[in-house]
């Protein structure tokens, strides 16, 4: 059964921590993805990842950076924890580059809390 | 960019019902992409299509590429179908699979 596994459900942390967050996936996927996850704003692209790495930014990079150092895991960073990164954050994995329409496996999430 | 309009977003039925989830987008595509997300949080993709019609079980879902709008149907609608429905669109111009999503449809079915 395949299978993109995340570090944490849940995880409280406090403003100015560092927070990593961890996504591992066993499919040999080239691409991985990490998503934040808010109420009415929808699924929202942080950073995504083609190769080990190599990374690029998303529509919402502010705040996070990600490393990419094995095939099969893929790591979001945030480097100094702010109460408005309080989210939900979703990892997902997917096979080749250049198709539209190959299909994204998605992570359990972390419930990120930051007081 | 491709924006992707879901609707409705929120959607209360009585078991049995016939369910009708709409999503727009406005940029020409190759597939699109339909999820599921429970409460909890996990997504898992329920459809990927190019053209007309796939069925899985009492899921339904419909492409009109020309229209750049598709429809999900849930016939006889059960309590266990209550989760967010996403659509998704490829992001032009873009490859490495990149999505732009709906906001999501949030279904509640009543016993």
């Known amino acids: 059964d395949v299978k993109v596994t995340q570090s944490s459900r849940y995880l409280v942390k406090r403003t100015g921590e560092k927070v990593f967050l961890e996504c591992v996936q066993d499919?040999?996927?080239?691409?991985m993805f990490w998503y934040r996850q808010d109420p009415g704003l929808g699924l929202r692209l942080i950073y995504f990842?083609?190769?080990?790495?190599?990374?690029e930014k998303g529509d919402i990079p502010e705040g996070y950076s990600v490393s990419r150092e094995k095939k099969e895991r893929f790591s979001l960073i945030l480097e100094s924890a702010s109460t408005n990164q309080t989210s939900m954050y979703l990892c997902?994995?997917?096979?080749?580059?250049?198709?539209?329409?190959?299909?994204?496996?998605f992570g359990p999430g972390t419930r990120l809390t930051v007081l | 960019k491709n924006e992707v309009e879901q609707s409705p977003q929120n959607l209360t039925a009585q078991e049995g019902e016939f369910i009708t989830i709409n999503c727009s987008y406005s940029v020409g595509i190759s597939a699109l992409h339909w999820l599921q997300q429970h409460p909890g949080g996990g997504i898992v993709s329920l459809f990927m299509l190019s053209s007309g019609k796939k069925k899985h079980g009492r899921l339904i879902a419909t492409i009109n590429i020309q229209e750049k709008h598709s429809s999900l149907h849930i016939t006889a609608s059960h309590p266990r179908d209550s989760a967010v429905y996403i659509c998704?669109?490829?992001?032009?111009?873009?490859?490495?699979?990149?999505?732009?999503f709906g906001q999501g449809t949030i279904l509640t079915v009543h016993p």
């Open positions: 997902a994995s997917s096979q080749g580059q250049g198709a539209s329409y190959n299909e994204q496996f």
């Open positions: 998704a669109a490829p992001r032009s111009g873009t490859s490495y699979g990149k999505l732009t």
């Open positions: 990842s083609y190769d080990v790495k190599m990374k």
């Open positions: 499919m040999d996927h080239e691409n």
